[in-house]
Every structure is written in C-alpha cells, then in structure tokens.
C-alpha cells in the first residue's frame, strides 16, 4: 500500500482551518493570534527543516551522527521543561541532562535490542523516532513534575520546615511533594494510556498505518511504545526531581534561594513575613 | 513523657546549681545579614540546660531568627553557633533538630487530618507510647478527641496553636523553642500552657514572646535582645 502524497498547493488549503481560532480568538479577545501564528510557522519551518535533515540522516545512517543527534534532541527538550519551571537553567542542566539521557537512551536501547530487534541498534529510522517519541512525552511529564515540585515546596515551605524541624530527615520531609510531583506528571500518560483505541488514535499509529503498513503491525508498535513512553516519562521525571533536589535544596535541607530565577524578588517579600520565610534565603549566603 | 504530664504535677529537683549546669545553646558573636540589612549583630549568649529564657525585643529586631540558626535553617554571616558544645553545621544539624521541639504562632501543621499529622509523627518513632500520651495532653490543653478526624485546616487558631503544643510535646525533647505559643490563647489557656513548661525544671525553654505570663515567673531570666544583655 502506497502512502499518497500531498501536493504542496493542497498542503496550503489546510492551513485555512486555522481561520476558525483566528476568528474565535477575535469573537471572545483571546488575544490568540499572534501565538498562534508564532507557532505555527516555528511549526511548519522546523518540521520543514527537521524533514530535509531526517532525509540525509537515514541516508548516512552514521552511529555517532544518529547518537549526536539524539543529544542534541535530549538538550532541546531540557531547556524546554526547564525553562517552564522558575529554576535557573544553568544550576540544574546537567542534572537534567543526566535523567533525561538516562530515561531516553535505555528505553530506546532496550527495545532496539531486546523488542524489535535490530542489527545496528543506532539505526536512525529507530533511534531518532522513537528516541522522540519518548523525549516528546518526557518533557510533558517534566514539565509538570518540576514545576509542581518546586512550586509546591515554595508555597509550602513553612510546613516543610516544620516538619523538618520535628527531626525528619529530609528525605522524609520531602516524600509528600515528590509522590504528588510525579503522580500529576504521569496522570496525562495514564489516562491517554487507558483511553487509547476508543477515545484516541494516536499519532503514532494513524503514521504507521498511513505509512503503508497493516493495522495489526501499527497496533504492536503503537503498545511498544505506549509501554515506552511510560517507562521513561517516570524514569526521566523521577531522576530529574532526585538529581535537581541536590543542587536546589542545600545540606541543610533547605531550599536554595539562589537556584531560582525570581528568587531575590520572592525572597524580599518572604523576608517580610517572618522568620519562617527568611530561612529560604539561606541560599544567598555562603555556606 | 507517658507520664507525668500534669501541670500540678511535682516535677524532679535539679541537682545541679545553675553554675554547674552545662551549656545548652551558645551563639558566638554570631553577624546574620539579608542582603545588606544587618539582622543581627554581634550576639554572644549561653543558655544553659533546664534555663527558661525570655528574649525579649521588639518585633522584626531578629529573635525568631536566632532560633532558626540553632536549627540550621539559616546560617551566620559570622559567628558561630553551638548545640550541647558542638558546633551546629550540615552534619549536626539533622541530630540537633532531633533534640529540639519547635513551636511557633503560626505552625504550619500541614494540609491533612490531625490523625494524619499525628500517624507521621508517630512513623518518626520518636514515642513508643504516642496514642496513649496524644489522649492525656490532648485532654490537658483542652482539645476534644473529635478533632483527631478534622482537617488541621477547620481548626481554630488556638486549637492549631494547642496541637502544635501537643506535637511539640509528644516528641520527648528536652530543649523547647516556644515562638509566640501563647498569642492566640485565652488567658485561662496562657497561663496553664506557661506553667506546664516553665514548671518542669529539667527542660531547657527558649521563649519568643511578648506575653507577661512568662515574665511573671521568678524562674524566667529575660534577655533583651536589643541591648544584648540579660534584663533579670
């Protein structure tokens, strides 16, 4: 079965869709426009791009090419769940890096290995796709799992005190945000997962099966990676949260004012409260 | 602390003089800046074992952060700060919170039941006896069991204030922080709450307060935390 190819005029009609939020965007002032058109051209010029790059890079099908890739993939998708978050990129990058590489890189690896399996484990066609595949759900768990945890603990952080001050150990003190961080992170994956097939086709496999092959193979794929991206969406939101806690929480178990990018500003007004929020400043000082 | 939790009780004499006593807290010309406010300047105190301290001061001028450098939540720009003769640093800290029982006007209990709170502080294994000792203090700071059930965030102020007391209590410490306990209690309460600690002379009491129901106990010495010197 051949995949039919779209014209590039036809391509164009469907980009008239996007009359519809324009004009939802001006009935209600949801001041949509300029976002949208914003990302739609990102859209369009990336994949336009990514599309000619993807080309060459199957045609060298280079290991150290695809891995480099692959790299430059996982630092993209960092900043980009980094950057949602109030936390300084430059403070915890590397440990970011560390989860993310950690959950893609073994998940790809195994199933290349193990599932598939392939010759050539680098091979581009499956390290690059799948490899983002899970970024792509990675940093949707990130997303929230960083931001749901620091956010919580600085709202929280007179209780977290206490219950430090009540001689827990930090790690006791912190188990309550961890646990609601990476439950909300995984809730989307969860459900997406529960509903796949009645309420969603996904994309994946409305590709595969528009890519030529039977619906039976698009359905194996479609569970592989199903089971993927939930192993990695944990693995990567778990370790980033574990790996940032020792940049951003200091041996003091206390939280870093100075991990943060608004952290002087929250720190002047929590400097005002009392002595419960002057601690969080102990990040400024030198220890 | 199973028991023993009367306020009428008769507590233990301390042998010792209060010269002989050790030293419990000590802050060595200890500097604490926030950014370039200077919130503390050359504080040098000791506070020995079974003291009942008053820092008295008038509010912002730093006390509350003076017992937060004892617990490491925050740390001296200069000076030092010791905790049963060593020095409180990110290595003691975790043994010095163990030792110290904090409570605060405004404690922030957390988001659950008191049952919930009251099942981790439990899980902390700090009393083996808890269930029967939260039944008796509860019943001495005039809580109703009914609450066990309620979320910490139905409680009243006082009510808040009295669980904190209870938790505080219930951890078995020796040395007490006690920041403004008092504030939102009735005279009544005031006054059966300062004598339960001030009554038992083996506890070492640190008391933030501007209430007079502390101060009116000949056993309490006052430290003006401006001045830097002991009032009486």
Known sequence: ?287 | MVADIGVDSEDTICAETPEMRRIVIEFEKIHLNFYDRSVIKNLSLKINQGDKVVISGKSGCGKSSMLSLVLGFITPCEGKVFFNGAGVDEKTVWDVRKRIAYIDQDTSLGPGTVHDLLAFVSGLKINAHLNFAVDDLMKLFELKREIIQKNIKELSGGERQRLGIVIAVLLNRDVFFLDEITASLDKHLKRKVADFFLKRENWTCVIVSHDPVWTENSAVRVFDFEEKKWKH
């Open chain 1, 1 to 287: 079965m051949e995949t039919l190819d779209i014209p590039v005029i036809s391509l164009s009609v469907a980009f008239l869709l996007l009359i519809i939020p324009v004009a939802i965007s001006f009935r209600y002032g949801l001041k949509l426009v300029t976002p949208l058109f914003v990302s739609v051209v990102r859209m369009s010029v990336q994949l336009a791009l990514i599309g000619v790059f993807l080309k060459y890079l199957f045609i060298w099908n280079n290991p150290f090419v695809n891995i480099a890739w692959l790299t430059i993939m996982i630092v993209v998708a960092v900043f980009a769940s980094v950057r949602s978050s109030s936390i300084k990129i430059s403070r915890i990058f590397i440990p970011a890096f560390i989860s993310f590489f950690v959950a893609t890189a073994s998940v790809v690896f195994y199933l290349n290995t193990f599932v598939i399996p392939l010759d050539n484990i680098f091979d581009a066609r499956y390290l690059i796709v799948l490899g983002g595949m899970l970024l792509g759900n990675s940093l949707r768990g990130n997303i929230v799992g960083i931001s749901t945890f620091y956010r919580q603990l600085k709202i929280d952080s007179n209780h977290y005190l206490y219950v430090l001050s009540l001689g827990a150990s930090h790690q006791e003190a912190l188990l309550p945000y961890f646990r609601e961080s990476v439950q909300l992170a995984l809730r989307p994956t969860l459900a997406s997962m529960a509903t796949m097939g009645i309420v969603t086709l996904p994309g994946m496999m409305t590709g595969v099966i528009l890519g030529g092959a039977s619906p039976e193979v698009a359905i194996k794929y479609q569970i592989l990676i199903m089971i993927a991206i939930v192993v990695s969406t944990i693995t990567s939101v778990v370790l980033t949260i574990l790996f940032t806690m020792r940049v951003c929480i200091d041996r003091f178990g206390v939280l870093r004012a100075d991990v943060f990018r608004s952290g002087k500003q929250v720190s002047d007004n929590w400097l005002l409260k009392g002595w419960r929020s002057l601690v969080i400043q102990s990040g400024i000082r030198k220890r």
